[in-house]
């Protein structure tokens, strides 16, 4: 598998440390529902985990909850956002957090994302962080200021490394005020401290005095504890690059004295109607605000695979109803072939590429059944994942070949994909609707035939009249 690494900004092999690939994934800070463009990424980083699986290999992977001390902006001031969220809502932070972890993992379930080995909620790591503290303070990487604990970041020769820093521009452009306090720019809280007064209802005593952790300390201390550094491959937005992953590279160099990944990859963003997603535009939807225009979680899904994780995309309403469609065209390939199966015994007759046109159009049985044989469909479609997660390109291959059965299990299951639950074979009471409808348009009763083919597009099944007889697809 070749993934591109965004440490050594190259195109690498991948090649694991040990027998498991251990992967961490930085996860949501849960003040607020999550909107589509923060699910993108659990969508690619799943194609990752379910690519490395179809390779062979046995993945542990953690991702976090960040249900504290994540303030409004990168920098160490503002708001806490759980804070935000306790106000907003007239919730304590606590119920805040519980609720929206609970959101979360319903939109991962309702996602088909496969669960990672360890949930880790931030907040059960406070002992650790205290720990990842102290032996920062000792080795000499930190300092105090009046507002926490200050990772110097001039004592980490390779601090701006990871992402190509200017250092120099980011001190000229440093504001006054608190600022002061900080040796340089790029120095960060490692530990934050409550002033008497000051509201903060998650706290810990720490150095005689409430607090709580800075922001990135989590993934450092996560990442230690449950995987062991380095690991194989971390995970997270372009976001990340420049304060949170090279915050969280300083702190493990700092705390453990290694390396805390191999491998780097992330996703970039998406835009909607060409647009940045923000509140203030009203375009932040949520899976519930896709359901209640009529699209599924399985149709966001498909339209974030169309596409490469390491590309902008310009999400529209217009292109997830062609996700919706190419979707559905998958399911009803699937139907067809369950329908050639049974009527063939073990002799499918699938259409060939192209064929398979909108419904209505009378298909025939394909002219050529030239098919490889089913492991070549299935090894190109995953030599494309294995080629830095090429989905795009692994599901033109879907659309242009024709998959046996089998073929298509695996692509479920590399896809999660949900094709062949939501494609069963009908049941008895539609078989013999079906059965009726034919029985009425050879007796020529076009009346009775045109009302029974109603009821069954009612229930979302439509029919082909084809040269073998018809054929049932699914309509939604
Ligand atoms: P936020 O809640 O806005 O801080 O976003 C949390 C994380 O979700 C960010 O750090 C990004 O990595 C990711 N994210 C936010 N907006 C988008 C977007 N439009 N597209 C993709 N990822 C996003
Ligand atoms: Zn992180």
Not at 229 to 245: A, F, M, T, Y
Not at 444 to 459: C, G, I, Q, T
């Amino acid at each position: 598998m070749k993934l591109y690494n965004t440490s050594t900004r190259k195109m690498q092999e991948f090649k694991p440390l040990g027998d498991e690939v251990r992967i961490y994934t930085c996860g949501p800070t849960v003040y607020s529902e999550a909107h589509i463009g923060n699910l993108t990424a659990y969508i690619y980083w799943d194609l990752l985990v379910r690519t490395l699986r179809a390779d062979g290999y046995t993945v542990r992977r953690v991702l976090n909850l960040t249900d504290v001390g994540h303030l409004v902006s990168d920098g160490d001031e503002g708001e806490d956002k759980l804070e935000k969220g306790a106000a907003r809502e007239g919730r304590s932070v606590w119920e805040v957090a519980e609720a929206y972890i609970e959101k979360f993992r319903q939109d991962y379930q309702s996602l088909e994302l496969v669960e990672p080995e360890v949930w880790a909620r931030a907040t059960d790591y406070i002992g650790e962080d205290m720990q990842a503290v102290d032996l920062m303070t000792e080795r000499g990487f930190t300092y105090e200021t009046s507002d926490g604990i200050y990772y110097d970041t001039a004592k980490f020769d390779r601090y701006a490394d990871f992402a190509k820093l200017d250092l120099a521009g980011l001190q000229a452009g440093a504001r006054v005020g608190f600022s002061e306090e900080k040796r340089n720019a790029s120095d960060f809280a490692v530990w934050k401290f409550i002033k008497p007064g000051e509201k903060h209802a998650m706290r810990w005593d720490y150095l005689g005095r409430p607090g709580y952790p800075g922001w990135h300390l989590e993934c450092a201390t996560i990442i230690h504890h449950e995987l062991g550094e380095p690991i194989d491959i971390h995970c997270g937005g372009i976001d990340h690059i420049p304060v949170h992953h090279t915050n969280e590279i300083a702190e493990c160099y700092a705390a453990y004295g290694s390396e805390l990944s191999r491998y780097w990859m992330h996703c970039d963003f998406i835009t909607i109607d060409g647009e940045k997603i923000s509140k203030s535009l009203g375009n932040t939807f949520s899976l519930g605000d896709l359901s209640e225009r009529g699209f599924s979680p399985m149709d966001y899904k498909m339209w974030v695979l169309s596409g490469h994780y390491q590309g902008t995309r310009n999400f529209t309403f217009e292109s997830l109803e062609a996700a919706k469609q190419r979707r559905l065209n998958w399911r009803n390939k699937i139907a067809l072939l369950y329908q050639t199966t049974a009527r063939n015994g073990s002799c499918p007759t699938p259409f060939s590429s192209g064929r398979s046109g909108p419904l209505g159009q009378v298909l025939g049985p394909s002219e050529k059944d030239v098919r490889p044989p089913v492991s070549d469909v299935f090894g190109t479609i995953l030599n494309s994942l294995n080629h830095n997660l090429n989905s795009a390109e692994a599901f033109a291959v879907i659309d242009t070949s024709e998959l046996a059965m089998e073929d298509w299990r695996k692509v479920d299951e590399l896809f999660g994909l949900r094709l062949m639950t939501d494609s069963p074979d009908i049941d008895d009471e539609v078989r013999e609707m079906i059965a009726e409808r034919q029985a009425a348009r050879e007796a020529k009763d076009y009346a009775e035939s045109d009302r029974l083919r109603d009821l069954l597009a009612e229930r979302g099944i439509g029919l082909l009249d084809t040269a073998d007889g018809p054929v049932w697809q699914y309509l939604i």
